[in-house]
Nanobody, 115 residues
Framework: QVQLVESGGALVQPGGSLTLSCAPS????????MGWYRQAPGNQRELVAT???????NYADSVKGRFTISRDNAKNAVYLQMNSLKSEDTAVYYC?????????WGQGTQVTVSS
């Protein structure tokens, strides 16, 4: 069982920046496909970005050019740098880890973009 702990959610003004962090437990982090997803009230959970163990990255169109996902295998951590935040980025952000058929989720961290 892999446990994921997210941190970094906050209230930020439009145009601001925020960095989310996720630290999975276990010793196999470098094999995981890591991702960030988000869910706004009344909406389904949606992909934000993923980063494979090969380093291949995928972004949702809505965040391309504004968000950057990265991973540090030495620290067992994955990050989501969010710039030029918009009100529509307001959501609970979830960290996700995939390895083989297994799929793990964190508890989520709230990001609110508001003036």
């Amino acid at each position: 069982q892999v446990q994921l702990v997210e941190s970094g959610g906050a209230l930020v003004q439009p145009g601001g920046s925020l960095t989310l962090s996720c630290a999975p437990s276990g010793s196999s982090f470098r094999f995981y496909i890591m991702g960030w997803y988000r869910q706004a009230p009344g909406n389904q959970r949606e992909l934000v970005a993923t980063i494979a163990n090969s380093g291949r990255i995928n972004y949702a169109d809505s965040v391309k050019g504004r968000f950057t996902i990265s991973r540090d295998n030495a620290k067992n951590a994955v990050y989501l740098q969010m710039n030029s935040l918009k009100s529509e980025d307001t959501a609970v952000y979830y960290c996700n880890a995939k390895i083989g058929p297994a799929n793990y989720w964190g508890q989520g961290t709230q990001v609110t973009v508001s003036s």
